[in-house]
């Protein structure tokens, strides 16, 4: 079977067989972060759990380590209500590994994201294959993801902004026909106007948001260095160089796309979370490849401790994880140094052919 989300990606979600409110014994609910809240008992049993030992468990903890990324991106998506049908690699309660084909399901009344489970063969393969397989696969929900913010950044564009426009246009020539008449409402009519031209700004920053012209229209430097502005506008108080040199064509294995992506994830993790003073992002070729570095004095968070309990792709968040998610399966490699307090430092390095990349 094809790894890759082929099915159920513009259909309506299975319906539950047993009813509104029942979970079928072949699924489990899953939360926002993507942990358990509860498990059939044939979902769990494939697994070798009793259904209450997999309550609370998320999917990362129990992907194999090849495959947590893959398991960042799926949480991510069902956060935002994608309906794919996808694959992760799961360790058992004895360590064996299971390749599960999952189908999101209808909610319920319970609450949470109910998620079919299916086994596949999985057969045992060289690390590396594993490795590629499960990268094959994570980027390509990433394509997918990239390819869906598009068309709605499309749609917002060409469909809705120029319904709202036509509405203020009309909302205008209404105003100043009262004003001539010196009738009543003139005050009403401008608060409309005023609020249309509210949407029609928040429509475009929302499409920027979801697709960056900048890379299409001035290129990879000048879209990164946007990307810096934007970002230190949206958070008063902290101060963020930007400093990009790397010739075109440099980046072999990484398109444009994914480094911009993993920039505004990163940026926005500094504006959101971090509480920076200063940041400093930097773009450069190294002699062995490509690297990328976001440095800031924030608060930070103990790295060490998060990898302990999540593992090393999701530690300091679901954020970070679709970072490393995003740079491994393009052939990168992710370091981050963090303390509380502290600040934080994430260094990614992309190699160049032939270059060792583990």
């Known amino acids: 079977m094809d790894p890759l989300p082929t099915r159920h990606a513009d259909g309506p979600p299975a319906s539950l067989p047993d009813g509104i409110g029942a979970l079928p ?47 960042d991106v799926a949480v991510a998506r069902l956060r935002f209500g994608a309906v794919d ?45 594993e490795v590629r397989r499960a990268q094959r696969a994570t980027y390509a929900v990433l394509a997918r993801w990239d390819a869906q913010r598009r068309r709605t950044a499309a749609a917002l564009d060409g469909e809705i902004a120029p319904v709202v426009a036509a509405a203020k246009y009309a909302v205008e020539a209404g105003l100043r026909q009262v004003q001539d008449a010196g009738s009543g409402g003139a005050v009403a009519l401008g608060e409309a106007v005023g609020r249309l031209r509210d949407v029609l700004i928040g429509l475009r920053q929302l499409s920027d948001r979801l697709h960056s012209r900048q890379l299409e229209d001035l290129g990879l430097a000048d879209a990164v260095s946007a990307g810096c502005r934007a970002a230190e506008a949206s958070a008063p108080g902290l101060q963020l160089s930007c400093q990009v040199a790397i010739p075109d064509g440099r980046i072999p294995a990484l398109r444009n796309t994914d480094l911009i992506r993993i ?12 509480h920076a003073r200063r940041a400093n992002l930097r773009l450069q070729a190294d002699p062995d490849g490509v690297s990328l570095t976001l440095e800031d004095d924030g608060i930070g968070f103990d790295a060490r401790a998060a990898e302990a309990e999540f593992g090393a792709s999701v530690a300091g968040g679901i954020g970070l994880g679709l970072v490393r998610a995003r740079a491994e399966a393009t052939g990168g490699r992710t370091m981050v140094r963090s303390q509380r307090n502290g600040g934080t430092t994430i260094r990614i390095v992309w190699p160049l052919p032939g270059e060792r990349t583990g």
């Open 25 to 71: 014994r072949t699924a489990v609910r899953i939360d926002a972060d993507g942990r358990i809240r509860e498990a059939g008992a044939m979902a769990a049993a494939m697994l070798g759990f009793p259904p209450e030992e997999l309550q609370g468990r998320s999917l990362q903890d129990l992907a194999v380590e090849e495959w947590r990324a893959a398991a």
């Open 85 to 129: 049908q996808f694959e992760l690699a799961l360790r058992g309660r004895s360590g064996r590994r299971t390749l599960v084909e999952m189908t999101v399901g209808a909610g319920s009344d319970g609450g949470g994201i109910v998620v079919f489970w299916v086994e596949r063969r999985f057969r045992l393969v060289a690390n590396a294959e």
């Open 263 to 274: 920039v505004e994830e990163l940026l926005d993790n500094v504006v959101r979370h971090a």
